[in-house]
């Protein structure tokens, strides 16, 4: 169960560390698709924390200026200038994150600003000073450490820019354990941003995470977030401690978060548990792998009967509407083609396996 830290650092728990291989995978493809087509991109984390875990281990501040400024690609960036921002509320916390973040020696190019305070109140300063001026692209981190200060108007204001992208923590053990308090209503109210999820009342289990994870992931897409994606995070109890609840307005920035999702659950791209997490010590017998009958099940009542399907529109549709990779939904392809159960018309000259541009599927009708 989820637990606010009462030290200045503390331990780096499993899912936590899941978390930011998440981002440090994410920001390896981000960096060097925006940095080549921007002259200044902004990272904002608004609970910034310490900058450290117990033993040295690195927060977010830190992972994501090292993965900047350690990609092999940043020598290429001199012309772009990356401005970061973090802030953070609790006094001991910031000093701990400012005297870190001042040891550095980074690159010209990268500007570092700390802030103690909320979020909510820096960045509503940041963004009334900028006022009707475009945000440059921007990289959004909250990761609260519960339902407070967290308005949903705040990020309907950042999301009304077209280049950024929002990685929110929805503390979803927060809410349902203070949901029916009366003091949390007006906090619960700004972060879901209207009062629907006081219909949780009653609800229980699997049933009730799915109610109120699925509404505020609707939310954001309100807000202007064209696609969003959810990644469940566990405790060593297997209980749902949060929901990474990313946002973007781009294919290209989905498919980097789907990647950097897959690669800490090669299942299914959805969950971390700490419960579940493997020994990593302990080999394992075979590797994991997707489930393909489940995205087959996806595929052909979606496509059956639409004739000539181009495989672009397959690859939106597996990218956009599951949570799996279009690699995968052309794995299903092959395979389907093999047995027989869908034709695949590829361009003249193109080896079998092409599956690319140009080429039609023709599913069975159900």
């Known amino acids: 169960m989820f637990v606010m830290p009462e030290t200045t650092v503390w331990p780096l ?22 940095a ?14 310490p900058g450290e875990y117990v033993g040295g281990k690195p927060g977010s501040p830190v992972i994501a200026l090292d993965t900047l400024t350690g990609h092999n690609q940043f020598p290429r960036w001199s012309d772009t200038e990356f401005l970061f921002l973090f802030i953070e509320e609790d006094a001991a916390r910031f000093e701990l994150l400012s ?21 909510q109140e820096h960045m509503t300063d940041v963004l009334d000073r900028l006022g009707t001026n475009r945000l440059a692209p921007a ?54 941003g209207r009062p629907d999820w006081r219909d949780a009342e009653g609800l229980e289990g699997e049933e009730k995470k799915a109610f109120l994870s699925g509404l505020y992931a609707t939310q954001l897409q309100g807000i202007g977030m064209d696609y969003v994606r959810l990644f ?4 060593a109890g297997n209980r749902t401690e949060y ?17 950097a999702m897959w690669t800490v659950d090669r299942t299914g791209g959805v969950k971390f548990s700490d419960f579940t997490a493997p020994d990593p010590g302990q080999g394992v017998l075979f590797e994991p792998e997707p489930n393909y009958p489940q995205l087959r099940a996806l595929l052909h009542p979606k496509f059956a009967g639409e004739g ?18 279009e690699k995968h939904g052309k794995t299903v392809l092959r395979e389907d083609e093999a047995a027989g159960s869908v034709k695949i018309h590829r361009p003249s000259g193109r080896r079998k396996n092409y599956l690319n541009e140009g080429t039609v599927v023709t599913f069975p009708l159900l």
């Open 139 to 192: 990289f959004v981190m909250v990761d609260p450490f519960g339902v407070k200060g967290l308005p949903l108007d705040l990020l309907r204001r950042l999301a009304k820019f077209p280049k950024t992208e929002l990685l929110v923590s929805f503390m979803y053990e927060s809410i349902s354990r203070w949901h029916s308090q009366p003091n949390y209503e007006v906090a619960l109210d700004e972060l879901f």
């Open 36 to 49: 080549s087509a921007q002259r200044r991109l902004v990272f904002v984390d608004g609970f910034a924390g």
């Open 99 to 119: 005297s870190t973040l001042a040891a550095r020696e980074d690159p010209a190019n990268v500007r570092v600003a700390t802030r103690c305070g909320s979020f």
């Open 243 to 259: 929901f990474l609840a990313f946002g973007t307005h781009s294919h290209h920035g989905l498919r980097v978060m789907k990647n």
């Open 232 to 235: 469940e995070m566990g405790d």
């Open 13 to 34: 728990e499993p899912h936590t560390a899941a978390k930011h291989s998440i981002l440090r995978r994410y920001l390896q493809g981000y960096y060097p698709k925006m």
């Open 308 to 325: 000539q399907v181009p495989i672009e529109e397959i690859d939106c549709f597996v990218l956009t509407e599951t949570a799996f990779l």
